[in-house]
């Protein structure tokens, strides 16, 4: 037997929805710059869970049972209430409310299709209301009602701000969700994939991928990120900061991809919202910072910047508190998770691999007495 340390390189699963061949990423066939230019989030949900776009009607429709499933019903809130929102990590609430949710979905082990994708609409909808609302309620305020006129990046928002949307947030924010949709096999997709192939519920998978997100190894870093930026403060400061980091062997973080090696192509569209934002918001300084970063780590250790470093500073000049960035790209995430869990139910093998035992061998068990 020969082992992959991480899995590196082994191809586990044949899949129709995401692909990344030479550093570059489709979506059903689709290039990433073409959809995060032109699509809404809500195309892409529809795109990641039908193999296609859908038509205005099908758009309408989705927009629809959207709006009508982001109404948390009043159990689930007052259970919100009840977990340690003021201290709590929001992946934590995050990952406890959704299993919550298939607490109380009736059709919970209904594996068949048609109930899967009414419970993904519950799902998607239901983590928008959870993060805004969680959000409200730890600030001491009334979580608000969606609108039906908005879009879902929209509807976030507003949810979770209370205030009109400013069309630039959103076209960031609309941006983000469509880059952070879906990845491929990524850990948390993996973990998705692999709860649901022994043929569990989606809310369990779920549940498990948020677990996997919330590392700093994955989505948690893009919340390090904004760390970083904060404790170097000032442009001057962002070199000597890193050339420690290095020499202390710490990992910079938000910079680095197990399958990207030239670069991520979901940063450019990110770097550029940043730019602009923190423009808006008069603090270019994060945009500057982050830059300086970039190039002395692209520099000195050839590594690209991922999806999670420009993120950091877009959410921030949107003023979206640090601890939810992670939350978010859950979010956004959950419209992969849900395709990669719809295949794996359509072709389903139990996912397990093999470990190669390197322990002790031939031990004599020793009473309690003699040891
Ligand atoms: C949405 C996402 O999940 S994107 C990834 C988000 N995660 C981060 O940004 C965290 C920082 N990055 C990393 O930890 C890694 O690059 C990962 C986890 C993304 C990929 O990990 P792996 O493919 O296992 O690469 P691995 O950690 O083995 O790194 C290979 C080499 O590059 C170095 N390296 C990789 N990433 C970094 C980094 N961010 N900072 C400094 N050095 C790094 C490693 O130290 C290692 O060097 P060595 O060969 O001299 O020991
Ligand atoms: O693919 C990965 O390993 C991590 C990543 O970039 C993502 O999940 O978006």
């Known amino acids: 037997m020969s082992t992959s340390k991480g899995l590196e390189g082994v191809i586990v699963a044949e899949t129709d929805i995401t692909s990344i061949v030479n550093d570059q990423l489709t979506y059903v066939g689709y290039e990433i710059d073409?959809?995060?230019?032109?699509?809404?989030?809500?195309?892409?949900?529809?795109?990641?869970?039908?193999?296609?776009?859908?038509?205005?009607?099908?758009?309408?429709?989705?927009?629809?049972?959207?709006?009508?499933?982001?109404?948390?019903?009043?159990?689930?809130?007052?259970?919100?209430?009840?977990?340690?929102?003021?201290?709590?990590?929001p992946m934590s609430i995050l990952r406890t409310a959704i299993s919550l949710l298939g607490v109380y979905d009736a059709e919970?082990?209904?594996?068949?299709?048609?109930?899967?994708?009414?419970?993904?609409?519950?799902?998607?909808?239901?983590?928008a209301t959870i993060i805004t609302s969680f959000s409200r309620l730890r600030q001491g305020k009334q979580p608000i009602?969606?609108?039906?006129?908005?879009?879902?990046?929209?509807?976030?928002?507003?949810?979770?701000?209370?205030?009109?949307?400013?069309?630039?947030?959103?076209?960031?924010?609309?941006?983000?969700?469509?880059?952070?949709?879906?990845?491929?096999?990524?850990?948390?997709?993996?973990?998705?994939?692999?709860?649901?192939?022994?043929?569990?519920?989606?809310?369990?998978?779920?549940?498990?991928?948020?677990?996997?997100?919330?590392?700093?190894?994955?989505?948690?870093?893009?919340?390090?990120?904004?760390?970083?930026l904060m404790e170097i403060g000032e442009v001057n400061r962002a070199v000597p900061y890193?050339?420690?980091?290095?020499?202390?062997?710490?990992?910079?973080?938000?910079?680095?991809?197990?399958?990207?090696?030239?670069?991520?192509?979901?940063?450019?569209?990110?770097?550029?919202?940043?730019?602009?934002?923190?423009?808006?918001?008069?603090?270019?300084?994060?945009?500057?910072?982050?830059?300086?970063?970039?190039?002395?780590?692209?520099e000195e250790k050839g590594l690209p910047a991922n999806v999670d470093f420009y993120s950091a500073s877009v959410y921030h000049c949107m003023g979206i508190d640090h601890d939810l960035f992670t939350p978010i790209f859950a979010m956004s995430r959950t419209s992969g998770w849900v395709a990669h869990m719809l295949e794996q139910y359509r072709n389903n093998r139990i996912i397990r691999p093999r470990a190669e035992y390197i322990g002790p061998t031939s031990q004599v068990f020793k009473p309690i007495s003699e040891r």
């Open 108 to 127: 919970v082990d209904d594996l068949s299709e048609e109930a899967n994708l009414r419970k993904a609409i519950r799902l998607q909808a239901g983590v």
């Open 34 to 89: 073409e959809l995060t230019n032109q699509a809404s989030f809500e195309e892409i949900i529809y795109l990641l869970w039908h193999k296609q776009l859908p038509n205005q009607e099908q758009l309408d429709q989705l927009k629809k049972q959207l709006y009508d499933e982001m109404k948390l019903s009043d159990s689930i809130l007052d259970q919100i209430k009840q977990m340690n929102v003021k201290d709590a990590h």
């Open 242 to 298: 890193i050339k420690e980091k290095i020499v202390n062997k710490e990992k910079i973080m938000g910079m680095g991809h197990r399958v990207y090696k030239t670069g991520d192509p979901r940063a450019k569209h990110l770097k550029e919202m940043s730019k602009k934002l923190t423009a808006k918001a008069g603090e270019e300084k994060w945009y500057q910072i982050s830059v300086a970063i970039e190039d002395y780590i692209k």
């Open 145 to 228: 009602k969606p609108k039906l006129e908005y879009s879902y990046a929209e509807n976030f928002l507003h949810m979770l701000k209370g205030e009109d949307v400013d069309p630039l947030e959103a076209e960031a924010f609309n941006k983000a969700l469509v880059l952070h949709a879906d990845h491929e096999l990524n850990a948390s997709t993996f973990t998705a994939r692999v709860c649901v192939a022994t043929l569990s519920d989606l809310y369990s998978g779920i549940t498990s991928a948020i677990g996997a997100l919330k590392g700093p190894l994955h989505g948690g870093a893009n919340e390090q990120v904004i760390k970083m």
